[in-house]
């Protein structure tokens, strides 16, 4: 993957009417941020490789609307929101003999992973930190905060997602 590059800051609302569903994915923002969404318009999410994460992703439904956490970065937290455009398929990754997400055991005819894919919807005007979500009552049971939650892709109820777009409308 490209490293992240800096972009400008999208400062458009975000639109709660277009979604059925919400997620949220992780990423670190150094292999694919916001800003690489932003730039490419859509991608394929591969190289999830665990099975709670993967029936997550086969969940998905086109148009749901995702949260774009920044992991393994400085500051954590949600850089901005994307949207389901493509349904859950065999992640090509998993064939690929080149790949760091090879799996020998996966076939053709019965793979083992999925990827969704998810178009660019809005970058945040600034990351809404861990910090910040771990202090908002309404998002005390969001997965992320969960001890020991590692998982890269997790349901989000519809009140914890508009309690994460409130943060990071601008206030005026």
């Given at each position: 993957?490209?490293?992240?590059t800096k972009s400008k800051i999208a400062k458009a609302p975000v639109n709660l009417q277009k979604s059925t569903?919400?997620?949220l994915a992780k990423s670190e923002p150094s292999v694919y941020g916001i800003a690489d969404l932003k730039r490419d318009k859509r991608t394929l999410w591969e190289g999830v490789r665990n099975y709670q994460a993967r029936?997550?992703?086969?969940?998905?439904?086109?148009?749901d609307r995702v949260l774009l956490y920044h992991s393994n970065a400085d500051p954590l937290g949600v850089a901005g929101v994307a949207t389901v455009s493509a349904l859950a398929q065999p992640d090509p990754l998993q064939f690929d003999k080149r790949s760091e997400f090879f799996d020998a055991a996966a076939t053709k005819e019965q793979p083992r992973w999925s990827a969704v894919e998810l178009a660019f919807e809005t970058e945040?005007?600034?990351v809404i930190t861990l910090e910040e979500l771990r202090a908002v009552k309404a998002l005390s049971k969001l997965m992320i905060l969960q001890r020991g939650n590692r998982l890269s892709v997790t349901p989000v109820q519809p009140a914890e997602f508009r309690a994460i777009c409130a943060l990071a409308s601008p206030k005026g």
């Open positions: 993957m490209i490293k992240k569903g919400f997620w029936n997550f992703m086969r969940a998905m439904q086109q148009g945040f005007a600034r």
